[in-house]
């Protein structure tokens, strides 16, 4: 059975305040230790009988003890117990096991310095500053299975669609056919709704930083000879970043198969937009093949 209130810890005794006076047969006044205000507050036994404290057989005021008739002569036979006294001393708090549930714990009540370990099995929910990559990211892949190169030397958006460009200028980009579609081959739920497979184009749903990466796999020559090159270009609310990637070869060298990477970290205010376009050098020599090529992105902090 369950104790109330505080329990006495191994080897602590409880101690009961008490008094005990020599009856004379003729005093019925006794001083106590102890200033009491009600006659149940104490138990008083005379000779060990337990005196009633409803019958009037004694009263008190502040320390004195008044019977109403004079207890007998005797050795400590009047004998005094405090009843405030009943108590345990002790600060030491011990529930019985299993008692204690989350209701009795006060919110916020549980601080980092309270807590010595804890297994990453039990960190569930969203944590601040560290969002869960499948909620605020992607990572795709093109799916298109043949070599593209643009209709001219020239930028071109990396989406879904038909080249169509009729000056291929960084402000008249064409478009080449990506396809892009979730890389399936990685866990959680990546492709997301905000990044745009036909666009290319990633929207930010929160303002914080992101980091982005793209994997181009791409042929640097055709078999031709000349430098032919591809540039990579990140732009934001369709804005030049000039953090132009360059990957080529000379004159000098065969053809060269390569998959340049490139990875740019950025801030992201709520519904910016986010893209990668490609310049392909000395049309038709640079080409890409979509279904080799990666793109991904993940929230890093923030709101």
């Known amino acids: 059975m369950g104790m109330l209130g505080n329990q006495i810890a191994a080897g602590q005794a409880l101690t009961i305040a008490n008094d005990s006076f020599n009856g004379d047969g003729s005093t019925v006044a006794f001083t106590l230790s102890q200033t009491v205000g009600s006659v149940n507050d104490i138990e008083v036994l005379v000779d060990n009988v337990q005196q009633s404290p409803y019958d009037s057989s004694y009263s008190v005021s502040g320390t004195t003890l008044t019977f109403s008739g004079a207890p007998n002569a005797g050795t400590n036979n009047v004998y005094v117990i405090y009843n405030a006294s009943k108590h345990i001393t002790t600060q030491q708090v011990i529930p019985d096991d299993g008692s204690v549930h989350s209701s009795k714990i006060a919110s916020n009540a549980v601080t980092d310095a309270k807590i010595v370990g804890m297994s990453s099995s039990k960190l569930t929910g969203t944590i601040a500053e560290a969002r869960m990559p499948n909620t605020i990211g992607f990572i795709v892949r093109g799916s298109t299975q043949t070599w593209l190169t643009g209709n001219q030397t020239g ?7 038909a080249v169509n460009s009729s000056s291929a200028s960084l402000g008249d980009r064409g478009v080449l056919n990506f396809s892009w579609q979730t890389a399936n081959n990685y866990p959680g739920n990546f ?4 990044f745009n497979v036909t666009s290319g184009v990633f929207t930010a749903p929160s ?4 980091m982005f990466g793209i994997i181009i796999y791409a042929d640097l020559g055709g078999g031709a000879g000349g430098d032919p090159f591809i540039h990579t270009l990140s732009l934001i609310n369709g804005n030049s970043l000039s953090d132009y990637g360059m990957h ?12 340049p990477q490139y990875t740019h970290l950025r801030y992201l205010s709520a519904n910016d937009t986010y893209e990668n376009v490609l310049y392909l050098n000395e049309h038709p020599k640079a080409r890409v093949y979509p279904d080799y090529c990666y793109q991904w992105g993940l929230k890093i902090n923030g709101t």
Not at 191 to 194: I, L
């Open 191 to 194: 492709g997301g709704t905000n």
């Open 155 to 161: 930028w071109y958006n990396m989406g879904t669609g």
């Open 248 to 259: 080529g070869r000379t004159a000098t060298v065969a053809t060269t198969m390569d998959s």
């Open 207 to 210: 303002a914080g930083y992101y």
